[in-house]
């Protein structure tokens, strides 16, 4: 014990290369948000631009809406000194459909054609929901979810990583939620539970087959983000504001969650800042879960 402990003391300070504060910025990195012309994928993709990324791939279904908001974001941001490097800011939207595979890897040829590489990579920012009890659930309407939520998923993240591999790596942050631990209520919504919960366990089993290739894979879940909830949530809520008391009655911290709640923890996963976590999961709920 005395010779382990001499040798740590005697170790003296490891070597820094960055501030704290750097090692949160984005700058000169390339990123990529998948299901980001609308949403939270939108502010997620802000929240790259606040933190120094200039250079930002916006991928959504149709190529027109993905373009569309890469012109606001670009346009939202003129004269507000956040292109502090003087290069200007490099958005380009791409229209992808993730539930195909061939789609999603002629996208990535694009995508990297213009880039040169990829950074960071956010991907899965909500998918498909749909609120049917399971005995009725229409059987197009679950593949459809699980194309979407799962092998989009996967597919996005495989592209990604196979060219963080050849650049030496990067960070990969799948969106999961609260549903792929617990079952939600009152809202039936089995096969989208069932969903989160297959990427929660994909993502951590990327995370090691790709570690020693320094590609990072973690996980951030969230619960109920009011001004960006699926369309069957929000007409639930509509018809019935009971239902919008109850998950506040659920949450500890007694309200629903907003999109600046979400984005800095967000930044954290894809920022050097957290370079050692892989596998890992940062929930964002308000202590829903604990209840």
């Not at 951590?204 to 790709?210: H, I, K």
Request: aromatic share 8%; glycine share 8%; charged share 20%.
């Amino acid at each position: 014990m005395f010779r382990i402990q001499s040798r740590l003391m005697s170790s003296g300070p490891s070597v820094r290369r960055q501030t704290l504060l750097e090692r949160f910025s984005m700058k000169g990195k390339v990123c990529l948000v998948t299901g980001a012309a609308q949403g939270l994928g939108y502010e997620f993709c802000r929240a790259f631009i606040e933190t120094g990324c200039t250079r930002l791939a916006i991928l959504d279904l149709k190529d027109e809406a993905a373009q569309r908001a890469a012109r606001e974001i670009k346009e939202s941001y003129k004269n507000t000194g956040i292109e502090s490097t003087g290069e200007g800011l490099d958005i380009v939207g791409f229209g992808c459909n993730v539930a195909s595979e061939a789609l999603v890897r002629q996208t990535f040829e694009k995508v990297l054609s213009h880039f040169g590489h990829l950074d960071a990579a956010f991907i899965s920012t909500l998918g498909v929901v749909e609120n049917y009890p399971a005995l009725d659930y229409p059987n197009d309407r679950i593949r459809r979810l699980f194309d979407v939520n799962f092998y989009g998923a996967f597919y996005t993240a495989r592209e990604a990583a196979r060219h963080m591999v050849a650049n030496g790596g990067g960070s990969i942050v799948l969106i999961s939620s609260m549903s792929a631990d617990i079952v939600n209520i009152p809202q039936p919504q089995a096969p989208y539970n069932a969903s989160k919960a297959a990427l929660k366990h994909l993502a951590a089993s990327l995370a090691v087959e790709w570690a020693s290739k320094n590609v990072r894979v973690n996980t951030l879940r969230f619960a109920v983000i009011r001004s960006f909830l699926s369309r069957s949530s929000r007409s639930l809520i509509e018809q019935d504001h009971e239902i919008n008391r109850t998950w506040k009655s659920m949450t500890p911290m007694g309200r629903l969650g907003e999109p600046d709640d979400i984005s800095g923890a967000a930044i954290f996963l894809c920022s050097d800042a957290s370079r050692f976590i892989t596998g890992g999961e940062i929930v964002v709920d308000g202590g829903y879960c604990l209840t």
